[in-house]
């Protein structure tokens, strides 16, 4: 069994898979002090609440953007699992062709999001991954990386505008009946949802004009359902992108033999 993990500037995604299927997956907050003892400590505790355990896991694929926490990650897949985890970076194969100026700038989710993007849905496409940072990936017809776009995420803002201005309340973020809203609360949630949709709407749109036919766009992250339901450029969300991909660099890395092959590609618009 492949455990895939995921570690971004905010939370942490995991998912257990039994072959090609995702048998479970959970979201944790990511803390740059965490030790290998407290991530093995409670990795394991994840697994034997959904009935799992660590001999169950023979390898470990992760991405990380979060450099104080890659030498913990390595330790505790040593320690606790006994597997030497393959560390998304520079060398791994990919199948992606990056066309950046250095392509070692892009961060390791970016990379991993492509790969399954590719993977399930064909090109051209366009990938949103709404988290700490909102990105937004571009790839060509033949699965070439063609670059992005990185704008502050949902969290970021939200967060920024309760911290900065006094008099303004913290308020869940869900879609009001109506945009222009009859009171503080309703017109902060109209702004978050709508603004944001907006603004992925015009990215999106303007990134269609440098590409040389209309993409299809596919949106990942913890805030990706929110903004699905009021974008006009979205086509599906897929919450498991992330670790898809990190199980399919895990199979292109991996010795002969050892994990049954990927899925089949999906149909545009499946589920």
Not at 33 to 56: V, Y
Not at 110 to 124: D, E, F, K, M, T
Not at 203 to 214: A, D, G, N, T
């Amino acid at each position: 069994m492949l455990l895939a993990i995921d570690v971004g500037n905010s939370n942490i995604m995991m998912g257990a898979f039994e072959r090609e299927k995702v048998v479970a997956d959970w979201y944790i907050p990511t803390h740059p002090e965490s030790t290998a003892d407290e991530l093995g400590i409670f990795i394991k505790n994840l697994l034997r609440e959904s009935n799992l355990q660590e001999e169950d896991i023979s390898a470990i694929s992760i991405s990380c953007v979060v450099p104080p926490l890659l030498l913990a990650l390595d330790k505790m897949a040593r320690k606790y699992f006994t597997v030497e985890p393959l560390m998304v970076g520079p060398g791994i194969k990919t199948g992606l062709n990056v066309l950046l100026d250095n392509p070692r700038e892009i961060g390791a989710d970016r990379i991993v999001n492509a790969v399954a993007g590719y993977h399930l849905y064909g090109g051209p496409l366009i990938i949103v991954d709404f988290g700490t940072a909102t990105t937004f990936c571009a790839l060509s017809a033949r699965g070439d990386y063609l670059g992005g776009v990185i704008a502050p995420g949902i969290g970021v803002s939200t967060q920024a505008l309760f911290a900065r201005a006094a008099k303004l309340p913290r308020v869940e973020l869900i879609r009001p009946h109506r945009v222009i809203g009859k009171d503080t609360i309703t017109g902060m949630q109209s702004g978050f949802i709508y603004g944001f949709a907006g603004q992925v709407d015009g990215i999106v749109r303007r990134m269609f004009q440098e590409l040389p036919s209309e993409p299809y766009v596919v949106a990942t992250g913890g805030y990706a359902e929110y903004i699905y339901a009021e974008s006009e450029t979205i086509k599906q969300v897929n919450p498991l992108l992330t670790l898809v991909g990190l199980r399919l660099v895990y199979e292109r890395n991996r010795p002969f033999g050892e994990l049954q092959p990927g899925v089949a590609k999906m149909k545009r618009g499946g589920n």
